[in-house]
Each structure stands twice: as structure tokens, then as C-alpha cells.
T-cell receptor, first 113, second 111 residues
Framework: EAGVAQSPRYKIIEKRQSVAFWCNPI?????LYWYQQILGQGPKLLIQ????????DSQLPKDRFSAERLKGVDSTLKIQPAKLEDSAVYLC???????????FGSGTRLTVV | DAKTTQPTSMDCAEGRAANLPCNHS???????VYWYRQIHSQGPQYIIH???NNETNEMASLIITEDRKSSTLILPHATLRDTAVYYC????????????FGKGTTLSVSS
């Protein structure tokens, strides 16, 4: 089966600019997760969707980060405006409603200069 | 979620067994132990998970102590491609519970 697709693979922006990441989960997976992974650390959960509803966004910096999952399939994560400390790999994962088949994409590496 | 403690790094010779320990002394009765690994520039990859009994698949074996306070991931014949960061995660049984990652163990396999 096809895996979790993410794009772009790499992105370099200047601070205060905006950026968006896209994720297409595994077909049939109701739950979608966005993680932020700073160099040398484990992935940190930012937001979790169940279909198109938010289950948990307690770790999402809502003053600059936003995410949506319209129609309960694809998802976008946006940062506006970006800060230097947002430089990280942004990982998307998906699973079934029961949490089975938890699979990660390859991530988007963001560099803010 | 219960926290886990893993060594920061470990070394292993190619062809030998790699035994990666994990402590999870506050684990609850319905929480599972999951292992994922992350090879450089890739997303985390599922390895194995278990509740009480030892588990084995084509990638690895998971040994969970009887009191469930610790576990060991065993890669029976490590290869250079097994060099990665290995994460031990305790995850609740409720549907859709997210994986919460710690810092993991960096395993370096050398020839």
C-alpha cells in the first residue's frame, strides 16, 4: 500500500515569512497526526485529527501555527510568521481510528534563516 | 502516558545481537510497549509492540519483564543498516492514542 505522502521535502524561508506543509495519509486512515522534530530530539506531537475534527492541539503554538484537514483526508500545516526556532523536520503520521497501522511520512525539513 | 528511560547511545558489532533496554516503571496495566526506530532523514518506522508476553517478528524480538517495568528490544543479527535512533514508547490502549516520543537510544552498528 502507498505510504504517507508529504511535500515539500525541503523548504528554506526567511524569518517572518509564511510556509505551508501538505500531508496525504494512508487511504482509509481516519486519524492524522502532525509532529515537530527539532535536531537531536524525539518527535513532538503538535496536533491530532480524527476525520476532520481536532482531537488534541494542546502543544500547537496557536499564535503562529494552524492546521486543517478539510474533508477528513489531506491536511495542511501552516506557520505564519516563521521564527528561527521553527527550524525542524515536520512529520505527518496516520493511523486507523483504533490507532492501528501508525505510519509516518518522510517529513518536511524546514530551515528558517 | 508513562515515561520511559533509555540509554542515550549504544554500540554493536555487525552480526552480533543488539539488546536495547527500556525502563517504564510507572506503566499501567492496559498500556502497551511500542518500539520504533528512525534512520537518518526518514520518518520513524514501526518495529514491534507488546502488552505482557514476549513478541517476535521478522525484524526483532521484544522481551517484557514479568512485572512489566522494563523491556528489551533484541535485534538478533545487527547490520550496518540497523544504525538508527530507537524509541521505546508506552502507549495507552484507548482508540487513537497518539505516540509520545522520548529521546531514544542511538544505536551505532560497526563492522
Amino acid at each position: 500500500e502507498a505510504g504517507v505522502a508529504q511535500s515539500p521535502r525541503y523548504k528554506i524561508i526567511e524569518k517572518r515569512q509564511s510556509v505551508a506543509f501538505w500531508c496525504n495519509p494512508i487511504s482509509g486512515h481516519a486519524t492524522l497526526y502532525w509532529y515537530q522534530q527539532i535536531l537531536g530530539q524525539g518527535p513532538k506531537l503538535l496536533i491530532q485529527f480524527q476525520n476532520n475534527g481536532v482531537v488534541d492541539d494542546s502543544q500547537l503554538p496557536k499564535d503562529r501555527f494552524s492546521a486543517e484537514r478539510l474533508k477528513g483526508v489531506d491536511s495542511t500545516l501552516k506557520i505564519q510568521p516563521a521564527k528561527l526556532e521553527d527550524s525542524a523536520v515536520y512529520l505527518c503520521a496516520s493511523s486507523t481510528r483504533q490507532g492501528l497501522g501508525y505510519t509516518f511520512g518522510s517529513g518536511t525539513r524546514l530551515t528558517v534563516v | 502516558d508513562a515515561k520511559t528511560t533509555q540509554p542515550t547511545s549504544m554500540d554493536c558489532a555487525e552480526g552480533r545481537a543488539a539488546n536495547l533496554p527500556c525502563n517504564h516503571s510507572t506503566i499501567s496495566g492496559n498500556e502497551y510497549v511500542y518500539w520504533y526506530r528512525q534512520i537518518h532523514s526518514q520518518g520513524p518506522q514501526y518495529i514491534i509492540h507488546g502488552l505482557k508476553n514476549n513478541e517476535t517478528n521478522e525484524m526483532a524480538s521484544l522481551i517484557i519483564t514479568e512485572d512489566r517495568k522494563s523491556s528489551t528490544l533484541i535485534l538478533p543479527h545487527a547490520t550496518l543498516r540497523d544504525t538508527a535512533v530507537y524509541y521505546c514508547i508506552v502507549r495507552g490502549a484507548a482508540a487513537g492514542t497518539a505516540l509520545i516520543f522520548g529521546k531514544g537510544t542511538t544505536l551505532s552498528v560497526s563492522s
